[in-house]
């Protein structure tokens, strides 16, 4: 088999999604797959290491907002020339917004494609840019149809794309628990709460965050993702290569994942970073339904997907960093948890079963 895999950016190295992309591939080469890694953003091709070389079609214009429309108008026609002569059993990427020149390119790639589904973007751009919203609801009529498959990260987004008739599959995110080292002890003696996000992303809830640092004030907080001014318990670490960010977590007793997903009209998530906090054995406090997750799961507390959550909830979270501060046997389960059932060789073993399922 043979797979042109299409991401959306050029992969860098503070991006979670980049190590969640070459995780996949290096997880279909080890089965015998033959990859191919293309930007979308520069139709460079990279490497394992992220690392990129030039292609006849490769190119660069500016960054920022101003320049979103011309640089994807730019892709999609480079990308048509460069597909002219392209032979691959599938092509894989997440859902591309549509350009004049798309369709064609996604169809000359290869013989079956397959789009990844991470999100809802009719609930999500509705809410967030109603310009971009009514644009794609237009546009996804030319894209959508072009699929022979989707897989979705979870049960509620192949249900909100069933009206499309697809042969769909839902596998959540998963990681190479290999990558991750797991931390028995951080040996602190006060508890390191720590919370990786992206400022942009009002739905994961950093503003809870620095509002629960002022109610819980014997607790020291640690932002990943931002920079602002620190504060007596809360510290900002800016935004640090992935690599550091595993440094910085080796520190961690306990870990935030997504706490506002209700603002993107959503109860359901797979995030990047809780697959990294339960790799390296780090209890964590959630706000969603997680397919790969039970309730009742001891390592990882579940509150409200609501907007006062953290207030009404604040006495169960206290309760439950004390019951894990310092507990290595509730360590070592989230990490079992995640060897036996989010680990990357798992997940992609299922992506692969359902692409052969599509021939």
């Known amino acids: 088999m043979k797979i042109l895999y299409i991401c959306d950016s050029d992969p860098k190295p503070a991006s979670g999604v980049a190590v969640k992309i070459a995780s996949q591939v290096a997880a279909w080469q080890k089965m015998g797959i033959e ?15 992220m690392q990129p070389k030039s292609t006849p079609f490769s190119f660069s214009l500016p960054a920022g907002r101003a320049w979103f429309f011309q640089r994807q108008i730019v892709a999609s026609y480079r990308l048509m020339r460069m597909t002219r002569n392209m032979d691959y059993d599938f092509c894989y990427c997440r859902y591309l917004l549509f350009m004049p020149f798309l369709p ?3 169809k000359r790639a290869a013989r079956r494609l397959v789009f990844e589904i991470n999100s ?17 609801k237009l546009g996804r009529r030319a894209v959508l149809p072009l699929a022979d498959g989707l897989v979705c990260v979870t049960p509620e987004l192949a249900s909100s794309y069933d009206s499309w008739h697809k042969s769909t599959a839902t596998i959540a995110n998963g990681i190479s628990c290999a990558d991750y080292p797991f931390v028995e002890d951080t040996g602190n003696k006060t508890p390191q709460v720590y919370f990786v996000c992206s400022s942009e992303q009002r739905w994961q809830g950093l503003d809870k965050i620095t509002h629960l640092a002022g109610l819980m004030p014997n607790i020291i907080f640690h932002v990943i993702g931002v920079h602002r001014r620190n504060k007596s318990n809360l510290v900002f670490h ?7 960010v595993t440094e910085l977590l080796k520190g961690a007793d306990l870990a935030f994942s997504t706490l506002a997903l209700h603002r993107k009209n959503l109860d359901q998530a797979c995030p990047l970073k809780s697959r990294q906090y339960l790799a390296m054995g780090i209890p964590m406090v959630y706000a969603y339904v997680d397919p790969d997750l ?14 006062d959550n953290y207030v009404k909830e604040m ?5 439950f960093i004390d019951r894990v501060f ?10 079992c948890h995640t060897e036996e059932n989010l680990d990357a060789g798992i997940k992609e073993k299922q992506r692969l079963g359902f692409l052969r399922e599509l021939g």
Not at 40 to 47: G, H, Q
Not at 120 to 136: F, G, I, P, S
Not at 238 to 244: Q, S, Y
């Open 35 to 49: 990859v191919d890694l293309l930007s979308y953003e520069s139709l460079r091709l990279f490497d394992l290491h």
């Open 104 to 106: 064609v390119a996604l």
């Open 120 to 136: 809802d973007e009719d609930k999500e751009w509705r809410v967030t840019n109603r310009l971009l919203w009514a644009y794609n």
């Open 238 to 244: 800016g935004r640090p290569p992935e690599f550091e």
């Open 294 to 307: 039970p309730a009742d799961a001891p390592f990882a507390l579940r509150i409200e997907n609501t907007e």
């Open 315 to 319: 006495d169960s979270i206290s309760t």
């Open 326 to 335: 310092k507990n290595t046997a509730m360590r070592r389960k989230a990490r």
